[in-house]
């Protein structure tokens, strides 16, 4: 079982970058994934989430009309488009798989049982 983060670069302010979220070993369908970050010296905090039918997304305020999560399960892939980046955004994202997350839960690191491994992202003034 395996979650893999894959598309972080290094951007502009202003650019746009997205990230996708890939599965092995189980089927992203069953889940809702979560989309996390870490910045350095910082806690981890949630960024969105998009439940298992895709029919309820979460965002962080930071983060609302400027990012979009979305979910190809014929792909086993969950993406998150993230548009008029800023310096604010740069941190390592994560993705994860939570059999339920929830308006409540969603950002919640503990509610996540799979953690890909982090792709980094960096936006520069």
């Known amino acids: 079982v395996q979650l893999q983060a894959s598309g972080g670069g290094f951007v502009q302010a202003g650019g746009s970058l997205r990230l996708s979220c890939a599965a092995s070993?189980?089927?992203?369908?069953?889940?809702?994934i979560g989309w996390f970050r870490q910045a350095p010296g910082k806690l981890r905090e949630g960024v969105s989430c998009i439940s298992s039918s895709g029919g309820s997304t979460y965002y962080a305020d930071s983060v609302k009309g400027r990012f979009t999560v979305s979910r190809d399960n014929a792909k086993n892939t969950v993406y998150l488009q993230m548009n008029s980046l800023k310096p604010e955004d740069t941190a390592v994202y994560y993705c994860a798989a939570a059999t339920y997350a929830g308006a409540s839960g969603w950002h919640l690191p503990g509610r996540y049982t799979y953690w890909g491994q982090g792709t980094k992202v960096t936006v520069s003034s």
């Open positions: 070993g189980f089927t992203l369908e069953y889940y809702a």
